[in-house]
């Protein structure tokens, strides 16, 4: 996977503990705007750098007719998202 730390739109359902939900998002890449629907979460973690909480998904989708797995960072104290790796 690359690294792109992309910010991103997303639309994210949250559980009654406030935990998020990614559902889908979309991206810039190479000048058009692309929408990936979110087919399946394999992990959520919690990490922390410099000081700064994050939630890590890795996840899965069909981009372009192939099953690609990525990881998107949603940084808690500013409530941004970003496409991590790809």
């Not at 994210?12 to 629907?37: C, H, M, N, Y």
């Not at 989708?61 to 970003?82: A, D, G, P, Q």
Request: charged share 30%; proline share 5%; hydrophobic share 45%.
């Amino acid at each position: 996977m690359k690294v792109v730390m992309q910010p991103i739109e997303m639309v994210a359902r949250f559980t009654e503990e406030g935990l998020p939900r990614p559902v889908k998002f979309k991206v810039q890449f190479e000048g058009d705007s692309v929408v990936i629907v979110i087919d399946r979460i394999l992990l959520r973690k919690e990490e922390k750098i410099a000081g700064n909480p994050m939630l890590v998904f890795r996840c899965q989708s069909v981009i372009n007719n192939l099953l690609r797995i990525f990881e998107l960072k949603y940084e808690l104290n500013t409530c941004k998202w970003f496409l991590y790796k790809i």
